[in-house]
């Protein structure tokens, strides 16, 4: 595991939703795992109950259903991409810099990580569902307003580093949803541990991605 992972981990066990209570964290990180390595609809709420050692009715008092759970790991996932971003560009000045060094950041990866990625893009269109209850769709919303504000920053970061001269002139909006598209289109066929090593498939995509944006890939 790489020194960024393992920070990653230790935000994912101590960080923002520790306050929330740790068997919500250890629920939630069950069914990260369950959803993305066996499918959000193939997987039952007493499959993730198991995992945690309690019973299935036990889930409802940290979350409303099922559904509700997805939404939140959405929410919290898109969170950790966001934050991840802006600590990574702050303290680079030179905008090209920045850029490369968040995508070789998005692809460094633990299993989890995958499979929470596998997850979000799998299950994205539930995100246009209306939340069955009012906490569902509290929920629905502030996973769908966080994928805005994501897009947001990205597109912010463009246009800067098109002012910059970093990069080409291009719509900023449309490059963010160009950029974004390629990168989760890797989490509909990627398996961990499978024939092709992530670090290759990230060769592959951060090059395509830069190439795409205007910005020939050259040596890290």
Known sequence: MSSNQAQREVSWQR???RPEGAKRLEILSAATARFGRD??????????????????TALYHYFESKQHCLYVIVDHAIEEFQERFTTITAGRPDHRDGLVAVLHDYFDLSERDVLRNRLLVAEQGLLSSRGASPQEEQARQAARARSRDLEFVWASFLAQAMQQHAIPENDPRLLTRAVLGLYNSVWT??????IIALDRVAEVFIGRILAMIGAPSSPR
């Open 15 to 17: 960080g923002r939703v």
């Open 39 to 56: 499918g959000y609809e193939d997987t039952k709420w007493a499959d993730i109950a198991a995992d945690v050692g309690v019973g299935p």
């Open 189 to 194: 066929w990627y398996r961990p541990h499978g």
